[in-house]
């Protein structure tokens, strides 16, 4: 199994910047791909970023692109999510999750950390 636990999360006024982490253990960090979704109450979760194992490779919705930046550490077991810029529309609860190498689907995700951001 492997554990994760998101942090960082809390208010801001727009505009304002935040970053969210996510400790991993449990597991070997490094064969593991990271995704930040996020979920708003009566919306289905959706997919805000992730980064491939090495950290080499990212991606992002295009709704936080040039917003956000994904990131990781791999020697302290931990991925990040910067976000700048923040709108009220990115209020939500942030979940990091991860997806093993030899796999196609995000098998743990984190308990979530709320992110609210005021007009």
């Known amino acids: 199994q492997m554990q994760l636990v998101e942090s960082g999360g809390g208010s801001v006024q727009a505009g304002g910047s935040l970053r969210l982490s996510c400790a991993a253990s449990g597991r070997t960090f490094s064969n593991y791909a990271m995704g930040w979704f996020r979920q708003t109450p009566g919306k289905e979760r959706e997919f805000v970023a992730r980064?491939?194992?090495?950290?080499?490779?990212?991606s992002y919705a295009d709704s936080v692109k040039g917003r956000f930046t994904i990131s990781r550490d791999n020697a302290k077991n931990t991925v990040y999510l910067q976000m700048n810029s923040l709108k009220p529309e990115d209020t939500a609860v942030y979940y990091c999750a991860a997806r093993s190498m030899w796999s196609s689907v995000y098998g743990y995700w984190g308990q979530g950390t709320q992110v609210t951001v005021s007009a």
């Open positions: 980064i491939s194992e090495s950290g080499t490779r990212t």
